[in-house]
């Protein structure tokens, strides 16, 4: 499975900014989907995931209430859709999909497959 991750941008601090992610030479069928991000100098980070199959979002502490993912099954594309950015928002922010389970879910080795990364900047 091939991912793709665009829709990054440079943003103003309270902007909102939709990040997808489409598959390709496969499907998310029967993964589980998630979001990471890398800040410069920082280890990578859990941002959101969703079970492909159905069952609610996780959330990272740190985006909850502002950021949500959402997947469209028949495009095999996954959202993220971001509001109320801040500064420390600023990553590159990566897709992934594998066999991540609930208590795993966060980790990035549960995550077989990943995109190449899009860089999202938020202003002061």
């Given at each position: 499975v091939q991912l793709q991750a665009f829709g990054g941008g440079l943003v103003?601090?309270?902007d909102s900014l939709r990040l997808s992610c489409a598959a390709s030479g496969g499907t998310f069928s029967g993964y589980t989907a998630g979001w990471f991000r890398q800040a410069p100098g920082k280890e990578r980070e859990f941002?959101?995931?969703v079970r492909w199959s159905g069952g609610r979002p996780y959330y990272a502490d740190s985006v909850?209430?502002?950021f949500i993912v959402s997947r469209d099954n028949p495009k095999n594309i996954m959202y993220l859709q971001m509001s109320s950015l801040?500064?420390?928002?600023t990553a590159v922010y990566y897709c992934?999909?594998?066999?991540a389970i609930l208590s795993s879910m966060h980790t990035s080795g549960a995550y077989k497959y990943w995109g190449q990364g899009t860089q999202v900047t938020v202003s002061s």
């Open positions: 103003r601090a309270g941002v959101a995931a909850k209430n502002r801040k500064p420390e928002d992934a999909a594998g066999n």
